[in-house]
Nanobody, 118 residues
Framework: QVQLVESGGGLVQPGGSLRLSCTAY????????IGWFRQAPGKEREGVAA???????NYADSVKGRFTLSRDNAKNTVYLQMNSLKPEDTAVYYC????????????WGQGTQVTVSS
């Protein structure tokens, strides 16, 4: 079964850290572009960080210097290390895997909740 599974969310105090994982099952992530997105209540989904199939990484301005995206092809997993978390980082975090050839193949995970609160 082809799927993406996120994990690692939870409740953390402001200033704390979490590491999210996005693992692919049924396909390999090697050539896929991977993006982390988040959606807070009442807001639209927004991009947080992304890595191209060639390994170029970009971050949203709101998380630069605090979040780090990495991929481990051997584990078929992409990580999002989140440090210095703020209440405004509270959202459901999703990962997306996209492969663009003649057609575009898109996979989304089910999301993992991150809550930053004291």
């Amino acid at each position: 079964q082809v799927q993406l599974v996120e994990s690692g969310g939870g409740l953390v105090q402001p200033g704390g850290s979490l590491r999210l994982s996005c693992t692919a099952y049924g396909f390999t992530l090697d050539n896929y572009a991977i993006g982390w997105f988040r959606q807070a209540p009442g807001k639209e989904r927004e991009g947080v960080a992304a890595i191209t199939g060639g390994g170029i990484i970009n971050y949203a301005d709101s998380v630069k210097g605090r979040f780090t995206l990495s991929r481990d092809n051997a584990k078929n997993t992409v990580y999002l290390q989140m440090n210095s978390l703020k209440p405004e980082d509270t959202a459901v975090y999703y990962c997306n895997a996209r492969l663009q050839t003649i057609v575009t193949t898109d996979y989304w995970g089910q999301g993992t909740q991150v809550t930053v609160s004291s």
